[in-house]
């Protein structure tokens, strides 16, 4: 800033002091006013920031991931199965009856498969410990880790972050176990291995969050409750990244024999969501997880974006007929007055995933809700409705956030999926005058340029506790990647990262990249990308492989080099230990003197990153323990974070 323009500054400053004091009482208290009306803006503004759904993990009966939880859900089957001889006998506790003792009235629940199996070693958790703990602590600790690298946020780099994680959980069959079992057998960690709190603070603990940590009851809702207290971490500015899950397992009969008496299972074995046939549910089981962040931070670091959380909302029945009774009043209410929040009409949404548990009692009460607040809906569309629980039976507290990652992945797709064992609609539903439809099969769910599409998502507690959540599409321009020709403007070689915690673990992993590369379409997305996400995105481990290619079919090879244990010149296999700041391309070339004349050479400095010199060099240095700034080094080619395969857990039995 030059004399005159200090000297501006200077007087303009003046004169607006003199302005001020000029100014009547009258015209102080105006000014005050707009100046608290601005503030008042901006914090309404940041308390309704959509919320962008960054990753998610999962695994629920007959889906082990996302892609095989898609598959299930796109062709439209049942996950319901016969109980597996692992948890319980059925022919000790089986009875038609379910008035009959201590016993339970259905053969039928969604399980999922191999929930004794953990990896401790990799969370440096001792045998003794991963034995007493809660497989659902164990499976949540694998998930969490899964998600972060499916929002290609490496693990690592939150911890000491302000990240919050929120986790919705309500039934503790394995502590149950050990504290009804001998006296003698009961250990420290029988505590915080089966302790609901234990759950989220192991979470906080093994990553190093420091932002608000806890674990929410709420039978049904739980889930979704975790995700209200994580949108609103991030909108509080609690929290820069939060992440909401649920967990549910069912291990043991009592909780069975619970329902039996209460009359809640369908003696079919089968959800019958909306169907006159409707006569209960049967439960599921499963673990679901989502990384979020504010939609603008999202957009700011260039995450993919999976979807758009408008709002979030929770109330309670109240003073209903009975205590597990819903009540169509306070659910009307809640869906109402969370619209209203978020500044959404109801005609534009046009689906929603419903608690739908298909009984008797609730399916009639949740759809007299919705038609009170959507029947009056000024469009031609009819309003979607579906029920996940007719695919994989009702989660409880995991209940939630199945139907929200159904929910995004419908979006993500365009497509919504059948609602299963729809046949005729249950006459005891206020259906006359209420534009609704149940799809029985798969259908279309295009974008439009008009308006977003729009869900909701809707959970209600066995204790009373309702919870909705508001979703959109992700913002088109995050969704559809440039093209090749734009991102791809160098060519030469380019390094990507191969990492595990073990030397077995890295050859799983490079398996699992080459069969990604074996079906990638290399129309969509670029080798640079390749290479950014598996070494910016991806947490890099002491056992790994660096390699380096120019193309898709150069890192085939080099891969295949890895798994079949063959040397090769552009792959270096050896354990690392960081240490130290972040070093980028400058402190590497001024390591290195052959790479300084390198530089001086160079017309256009930013081919020194992709000069096989300087690779060679990073290569080094790696293993040589630096911390390598893998962003600069990578930035100037790859920008854009994709969808990669996630890390292979070993599976070592726990019970």
């Known amino acids: 800033m030059n004399n005159s323009e200090v000297n501006n500054s200077t007087s303009g400053t003046k004169a607006s002091s003199n302005t001020a004091k000029d100014l009547s009482a009258l015209q102080r208290a105006a000014l005050t006013i707009k100046e608290l009306r601005n503030q008042l803006d901006k914090l309404n503004k940041e308390q309704l920031e959509p919320i962008a759904i960054v990753g998610m993990s999962c695994v629920f009966p007959g889906a082990s991931d996302l892609d095989e939880y898609w598959d299930l859900l796109s062709n439209g089957r049942d996950a319901v199965n016969k109980v597996p001889e692992s948890r319980w006998d059925l022919d000790a506790w089986y009875d038609q009856n379910p008035a009959s003792p201590g016993r339970i009235n259905t053969q039928y629940g969604g399980f999922i498969e191999g929930v004794e199996y953990f990896d401790a070693k990799f969370f440096g958790i001792p045998k003794t410990e991963a034995k007493a703990m809660d497989p659902g602590q164990r499976i949540l600790l694998q998930q969490v880790w899964k998600a972060l690298e499916h929002a290609s946020i490496p693990p690592d780099s939150l911890k000491g972050s302000n990240t919050g994680f929120f986790v919705g959980m309500s039934q503790n069959d394995y502590g149950s176990l050990q504290i009804n079992g001998h006296p003698d057998d009961i250990t420290a960690y029988s505590g915080t291995g089966n302790g609901h709190s234990f759950a989220a603070g192991r979470i906080a603990y093994q990553f190093g969050f420091h932002g608000p940590t806890f674990t929410s009851d709420t039978a049904c809702s739980s889930s979704l409750v975790a995700l209200y207290n994580a949108v609103n971490a991030i909108r509080k500015k609690e929290s820069s990244v939060a992440i909401a899950s649920g967990v549910h397992l069912n291990l043991t009969p009592p909780m069975q024999v619970f329902f039996s008496r209460t009359q809640s299972f369908s003696p079919d074995g089968r959800c019958f969501t909306f169907d006159e046939r409707a006569n209960g549910f049967i439960l599921g089981e499963g673990v679901g997880v989502v990384v979020l962040q504010s939609l603008s931070e999202a957009i700011k670091q260039q995450r993919r974006i999976l979807g758009v959380i408008r709002e979030v909302g929770l109330n309670h029945g109240g003073a209903a007929v009975g205590l597990t009774v819903p009540n169509e009043s306070a659910q009307e209410k809640l869906i109402a007055q969370t619209l209203k929040r978020a500044k959404i009409s109801p005609e534009s949404i046009q689906y929603i995933e419903t608690h739908g548990t298909g009984t008797q009692l609730g399916d009639p009460i949740e759809v007299g809700a919705l038609k009170a607040v959507f029947g009056t809906r000024k469009t031609e569309e009819p309003l979607l409705l579906g029920s996940v629980k007719t695919n994989i039976g009702h989660l409880n507290a995991a209940a939630g956030i199945a139907g929200f990652i159904k929910t995004i ?247």
């Open 409 to 655: 992945l419908m979006l993500k797709n365009e497509k919504v999926v059948p609602n299963l064992h729809f046949n005729k609609p249950n006459p005891k539903i206020p259906w006359e005058g209420f534009n609704v439809e149940i799809p029985t099969a798969l259908k279309s769910w295009d974008r439009s340029q008009e308006n977003p599409r729009r869900a909701g998502i809707s959970s209600f507690g066995l204790s009373g506790t309702n919870g909705h959540a508001l979703v959109e599409e992700a913002p088109i321009t995050t969704t559809i990647p440039l093209p090749k020709e734009q991102l791809e403007v160098h060519s030469g070689p380019l390094l990507f990262a191969v990492s595990s915690k073990s030397k077995g673990g890295l050859v799983e992993m490079a398996k699992k990249y080459v069969r990604w590369l074996n079906r990638v379409d290399e129309s969509s997305v670029t080798f640079s990308d390749f290479c950014y996400s598996t070494t910016v995105g991806r947490s890099h481990l002491s056992q790994c492989a660096l390699c380096i290619a120019s193309n898709f079919s150069e890192a085939r090879e080099v891969l295949n080099a890895l798994v079949s244990d063959e040397k090769h010149s552009n792959l270096t296999i050896g354990t690392v230990k960081r240490r130290g700041s972040r070093k980028g391309v400058e402190q590497i070339v001024n390591s290195s003197e052959k790479l300084s004349s390198l530089v001086e050479k160079l017309d256009d400095q930013r081919h020194i990153v992709r000069s096989p010199l300087f690779l060679a060099e990073v290569v080094n240095k790696h293993f040589e323990g630096w911390n390598i700034d893998w962003k600069e080094i990578q930035g100037n080619y790859g920008q854009h974070f994709i969808d990669l395969p996630l890390y292979p857990f070993v599976r070592e039995k726990f019970w």
